[in-house]
């Protein structure tokens, strides 16, 4: 057997490895959501309608996940060390051209690419990890990387706030300026991971990454679309819905039966892994899911402007630091399904104190709900990620951690948009019923009027334009309230989701610890 290229590293320069990898990990899933609460500055700023502002954030989310699943074969191909350069590189590159994007189509194409280039730089952290250390060295990195995962998007919003707030939205990409081209010129001159196999790019295969790229992009398209257009009832949203579905099966088919696939589905034949996968993809959902929807109903009902919505949602990254430590020791002692019933409760328990929302909730409302989700976020990560690795056999482990990503960014895009879906539909529906009670006939409704009409009054203006003015804040409120009540249906959906999941918790199997040989299977 040959000798690893780690094996004379010293202890040092693997820390610093690791270090520099983390960080590039770090701000890939930290533009996930930097742009959250500053997506009315930059659809301002670009001349924008609101629906194509969305995809801002889409954009980014859909592209990091085809590459992601890519991750582990490119890495194989070219080695972990020049995938992880050059994906910092473009990063960089595709940074500064958001920063410059003159309209929303270059905006979204330029956060595309960076998705896209940035997406490598996620899962390939996890198998240098389980690489580089040993013992107990190696049962942190779960923990670490967990953190990372979890933290990086929760104070996106926050970051990204104070970012627009005090210098411009443009910052929110040059910031990775820095740290991009620290990494782009320190690792190529640090000790190899791993050696390239080339022979790799002879049996690459194209069919299905454009098999997994249609797919992915027509399901999202679904999913972003299809409330506006009535669903199946529009021809697009209907024949998209076809596409998804016929070359999703078509590259599982083509994943199952090509020697050198880009996404190793067989790794889900492992019943552990497949569930584990399972887990991580509702997590996904839900810390994307709600660090969408908080910023979004701070700044709908609230009135909240980008700081504000910042220093609202940074709660729940204070709390995920201060449990860390303890989640990096329970991970070592505690059943690793134990922790997943602990967090996946306190995460639902979370979402339904914000089922009690009302039009008069604010940031500091919300500081119960956000530290419980911040202290269930890490106790759902870890133990889900220690399961789908340690179930596996270590030649697996750098396909299989690239697909265990793939499903949380997956369930992070599918549930921002099935959350955008949702509040549409439910605003509508408590719209349509609050409406159904405002006639002549409603004692409560002709009092509210006439005690608007009694103060507007005051202002001597015309009697007509008074009651079209009274009218006019009456259909404000009742807007108001609809929405808050559709974000407390959000809250309460996304909590039963949580609690439900828990049902495939006997499926599991507690792993054996990781082998020793997962540090040549990582090459």
């Given amino acids: 057997m040959n000798p690893s290229p780690l094996d004379s590293m010293s202890t040092r320069r693997k820390f610093i490895l690791f270090a520099l990898m983390a960080v590039g990990q770090f701000m890939a899933l930290l533009d996930t959501q930097i742009v959250a609460s500053s997506i009315s500055d930059i659809q301002a700023g670009l001349a924008a309608a609101p629906d194509e502002s969305s995809w801002v954030q889409t954009a980014y989310l859909m592209a990091e996940i085809v590459m992601i699943p890519l991750s582990g074969w490119l890495s194989r191909a070219f080695s972990t060390r020049w995938l992880f350069t050059v994906s910092a590189a473009s990063f960089t590159l595709a940074s500064i051209a958001c920063g410059f994007a003159w309209n929303i189509q270059s905006m979204i194409v330029a956060r595309a690419v960076q998705g896209f280039v940035g997406g490598a730089m996620i899962p390939t ?36 706030g104070w970012i627009t707030d005090t210098l411009s939205w443009h910052w929110l990409f040059f910031v990775n300026i820095v740290p991009g081209m620290v990494i782009t010129f320190t690792i190529p001159f640090l000790e190899s991971i791993d050696e390239p196999d080339f022979s790799l790019l002879r049996k690459f295969d194209w069919l299905g990454l454009a098999l997994l790229a249609i797919s992915l992009s027509s399901l999202e398209y679904v999913l ?41 589905l067989r790794a889900l034949k492992n019943r552990t892994f497949a569930v584990a996968c399972l887990f991580i993809f509702i997590t996904g959902f839900g810390l994307f899911g709600a660090v969408f929807v908080l910023p979004l109903f701070l700044a709908r009902v609230a009135g ?3 700081r504000q919505i910042g220093d609202a949602v940074f709660v729940a990254g204070l709390s995920q630091i201060m449990i860390a430590p303890l989640v990096a020791k329970l991970s070592q002692k505690m059943d690793p399904r134990v922790m997943i019933i602990v967090g996946f409760s306190l995460f639902a328990f979370s979402l339904w104190l914000s089922t009690q929302v009302t039009s008069q909730w604010a940031g500091g409302d919300f500081f119960w709900p956000q530290t419980v989700r911040g202290l269930a976020l890490l106790l759902c990560i870890v133990p889900a990620t220690n399961m789908a690795l340690g179930a596996l056999p270590p030649v697996q482990l750098k396909m299989a951690s690239a697909l265990f990503n793939t499903m949380r960014n997956l369930g992070g895009a599918i549930g921002i948009a099935c959350i955008n879906t949702w509040l549409n539909a439910r605003t509508n529906l408590h719209w349509h019923r609050l409406t159904e009670h405002l006639t002549t006939a409603n004692p409560q409704a002709q009092s509210w009027l006439a005690n608007v009409t009694a103060h507007l009054t005051g202002s001597g203006a015309d009697p007509a334009l008074i009651s079209h003015r009274a009218l006019a804040v009456l259909a404000q409120t009742v807007r108001k309230e609809a ?25 599991l199997r507690r792993p054996a610890p990781i082998s020793a040989a997962a540090k040549e299977a990582a090459h």
Avoid: C
């Fill in 125 to 160: 952290v996890f198998a240098t990890g389980y690489a580089l250390f040993q013992g107990k060295q190696r049962a942190l990195i779960p923990a670490i990387l967990g953190l990372l995962s979890s933290l990086a998007p929760t104070i996106g919003p926050t970051l990204g």
């Fill in 224 to 264: 972003e679309e299809g409330y506006r257009w009535n669903w199946l009832d529009d021809t697009t949203i209907r024949n998209f819905t076809w596409l998804a579905g016929i070359t999703g099966i078509l590259f599982v088919w083509r994943s199952l039966t090509y020697s050198s696939p880009i996404v190793d």
């Fill in 304 to 306: 909240y402007d980008a």
């Fill in 483 to 507: 929405v808050t009540m559709a974000f407390a249906d959000v809250f309460h959906l996304m909590a039963v989701l949580f609690i439900g999941t828990l049902i495939f918790v006997p499926l």
